[in-house]
């Protein structure tokens, strides 16, 4: 059973036009995860929630905004799309204690054109 | 800040053995992590290992952690055309839940 689910597996978007990546959980973890990955690079955390907290990496762009309405969904916005923003977006999520292994969604592949 | 290094590639035969290393640099590592990456789909945690431990087995898969040279590896028996992926090594430090993650070896089995 899909347990870290991401929608739409692949998106298209135009050069400016804003653009909004889905993600859901049936795990009920309270921490959840927005990563970029380029091709031959290691996972880059944008920004993760930590219940309804938010918490933004220094470097992430002002471009990326996040939501969070509930504990099951946590949505990635975004706002300009430029062509270096084609990647790989990755949702994940972990429990707040233990070994805070963390559970990947498929991802999803977005193209600037 | 914390580092973690891999090589970038391995290629080895169909049937042999791999092994997949990864220093790292933050002496307070309390976990590590071993993920697999197949083409096109999301990062999937094959093993962990908590700092205290020096070996951990499970099936095919053997992690060893030289917590002195900060050294972690990762063997897979008996290697499979399956096994081919992209592998990346993580730690996370005490008091933290953000991982940080290595650039991952590209494991290449060949027949």
């Known amino acids: 059973d899909a347990m870290v689910i991401q929608n739409p597996r692949y998106q298209v978007t135009q050069f400016g036009k804003p653009v909004t990546l889905s993600c859901s959980q049936t795990?009920?973890?309270?921490?959840m995860y927005w990563y970029q990955q380029k091709s031959s690079q290691a996972p880059k955390l944008l920004f993760h929630y930590y219940d309804k907290d938010f918490n933004n990496e220094a470097d992430t762009p002002d471009n990326f905004q996040s939501r969070r309405p509930n504990t099951s969904f946590c949505f990635l916005d975004i706002r300009s799309p430029g062509l270096g923003d084609a990647a790989m977006y990755l949702c994940?999520?972990?429990?707040?204690?233990?070994?805070?292994?963390?559970?990947f969604g498929p991802g999803t592949r977005l193209t600037v054109t | 800040g914390e580092d973690v290094e891999q090589s970038l590639f391995l290629s080895v035969r169909e049937g042999d053995s791999s092994v997949i290393n990864c220093t790292y640099t933050d002496s307070s590592s309390t976990y590590l992590y071993w993920y697999k990456q197949e083409p096109g789909a999301g990062l999937q945690l094959l093993t962990y290992i908590f700092s205290n431990m020096d070996m951990k087995q499970d099936q095919r898969l053997t992690v060893l952690l030289n917590k002195k040279d900060k050294h972690l590896s990762l063997r897979i028996a008996d290697t499979q055309t399956g096994d081919s992926a992209i592998y990346f090594c993580a730690e996370k430090s005490g008091g933290s839940y953000i991982p940080t993650f290595g650039r991952g070896t590209s494991l290449i089995v060949h027949p």
């Open positions: 994940a999520t972990s429990r707040e204690t233990g070994s805070y292994e963390q559970y």
């Open positions: 795990l009920n973890h309270n921490v």
